[in-house]
């Protein structure tokens, strides 16, 4: 029962670097989101998902950029990372309106990105 | 905007002793509530919702959360908390209207102390 797995859990980057972040969800839900976590902010919404193909901004999209090319995956990408893009990363999956509600999203374990 | 709105950003308390913690979410003619907790260095997980019918709502670990449609509230209580209960708590919703995805409160952090 793995349910959502993110990857890596933890990172350092460099200012300028790139990376992913891959989430993976094994219950075929429809729905994806990346929300980052930050003190005293609560989570707020990246970029969400859904359906495969498809992607759309949520609150804070800025500096980010996704893609969910299979339906269990969905990606966040930094192109170029900046020390304010240092947070805790969450991924969360769903099913789709009707039965979102009934069953709330299921979290990843976050992936704690710094960058210097 | 729709919103959520966690009232205290820290609420300590000494072990057996009640604890409410408060919602507060922006109108609108239908939501769905939950409530998240966080235990240090991990992922949220689901403690109760409300989407309708018994305004009051019971959880896991003996916490139970009230909707008050008049007062846009779903306040979590616990009778008597454990020191294991320390941990971030996250009010969330679902605006029907409004979107596919979840908007959070910034959280309440819950500090038990013996």
């Known amino acids: 029962n793995a349910g959502v797995t993110q990857t890596p859990k933890f990172r350092v980057l460099k200012t300028g670097q790139s990376m992913t972040l891959l989430c993976a969800q094994d219950m075929n839900h429809e729905y994806m989101y990346w929300y980052r976590q930050d003190p005293g902010m609560g989570l707020r919404l990246i970029h969400y998902?859904?359906?495969?193909?498809?992607?759309a901004k949520g609150e804070v999209p800025d500096g980010y950029n996704v893609s969910r090319l299979k339906k269990q995956n969905f990606l966040l990408g930094l192109e170029s990372a900046a020390p304010s893009q240092t947070s805790v990363y969450f991924c969360?999956?769903?099913?789709?309106?009707?039965?979102?509600?009934?069953?709330?999203?299921?979290f990843g374990s976050g992936t704690r990105l710094t960058v210097v | 905007a729709q919103s959520v709105t966690q009232l205290d950003s820290q609420v300590p308390v000494f072990e057996e002793a009640p604890v409410e913690l408060r919602c507060n979410y922006s109108?609108?003619?239908?939501?769905?509530l939950f409530w998240y907790v966080q235990y240090p260095n991990q992922g949220l997980q689901l403690l109760l919702k409300?989407?309708?019918?018994?305004?009051l709502v019971k959880g896991i670990n003996g916490f139970e959360a009230e909707f008050n449609k008049s007062q846009t509230s779903f306040h979590l209580r616990k009778p008597s908390v454990h020191i294991s209960d320390t941990a971030e708590y996250f009010c969330a919703a679902f605006f029907n209207q409004a979107g596919t995805a979840l908007i959070f409160g910034k959280g309440t952090t819950l500090s038990v102390s013996s």
């Open positions: 969360a999956s769903s099913y789709s309106f009707g039965r979102l509600a009934n069953y709330g999203y299921t």
């Open positions: 109108s609108s003619v239908s939501v769905y």
């Open positions: 998902s859904v359906g495969e193909g498809t992607t």
């Open positions: 409300y989407l309708s019918g018994s305004t």
